[in-house]
């Protein structure tokens, strides 16, 4: 397949996800130039989050160990809080302040552009590097992932946007590592059916709680009527 194509289906699933959190965005949508922000800040979060890899590598950081407890530490807290904190960190600093975050929903939409920049930035590499069949299992398994990680992220930022005194961000952004670390972890061994069926799993307890978090927050909404 040629190069631009195999670049059009690493965009397409990142693409397809931020036009659907926008339709979600029901009450009050943000400009688009805003949310092109938000998705450029993703990409960007790609440099320190592999700065900050190298680093946990040099403390030890192994995920794809033998022994089970490293590599599901390193997953956890080598890949998953790295990630997600780096991700997370760009929309709390460039966003989240600004008078346009002005609904509780508003967390979860830049939150989820922010980690479609991310993967996609990142599935543009895995692609053209491994081929058609890595883009496709991506599709439809890791792109998603990410997103459904920002949203639990961005359910808290829009929490704490209208509650400021509510310590909500840290928990949640362990909490999110977590997801990301276990879902990882699975993929990583070799176990079979089983590899996939616990990625699948730890994927779909994401999927459950993002679908509440889009429900609860667009029940939140100060321009709801």
């Known amino acids: 397949m040629p190069n631009l194509e ?3 289906l690493a965009i397409a ?3 397809a996800i931020g036009i659907y959190i926008f339709w979600k965005d029901k009450w ?3 400009p688009l130039q805003w949310l092109l922000f938000a998705f450029l800040l993703g990409a960007l979060s790609v440099i320190p989050t592999v700065i900050l890899s190298v680093l946990a590598q040099l403390l030890g950081s192994e995920p794809q160990s033998e022994q089970i407890w490293i590599s599901l530490l390193s997953c956890i807290f080598g890949i998953g809080l790295i990630e997600e904190f780096c991700k997370f960190i760009f929309v709390r600093w460039f966003i989240y302040p600004k ?6 929903f508003d ?3 830049y939150c989820v552009m922010s980690a479609m920049g991310f ?6 590499m895995y692609v053209t590097e ?3 069949a890595i883009g496709i299992m991506r599709a439809f398994l890791s792109v998603p992932a990410h997103a459904t990680w920002g949203i639990l992220l961005g359910f808290a930022l829009g929490i704490k ?3 400021p005194e509510l310590p909500v961000l840290i928990p949640t952004l362990l909490f999110a590592a977590i997801l990301h670390g276990l879902f990882d972890f699975f993929l990583f061994q070799s176990w079979g059916i089983l590899t996939l069926l616990g990625a699948i799993a730890t994927f779909a307890i994401s999927v459950f709680l993002s679908k509440k978090a889009i429900r609860l927050h667009q029940g939140d909404s100060p321009f709801k009527n």
């Open 119 to 124: 993967a996609t930035l990142e599935n543009i």
């Open 161 to 163: 946007k209208m509650n």
């Open 130 to 132: 491994h081929g058609v």
């Open 107 to 109: 967390g979860i939409t």
């Open 13 to 15: 699933p990142g693409l």
């Open 28 to 30: 009050e949508k943000e």
């Open 99 to 104: 008078k346009i975050f002005n609904e509780p």
């Open 6 to 8: 195999l670049i059009a």
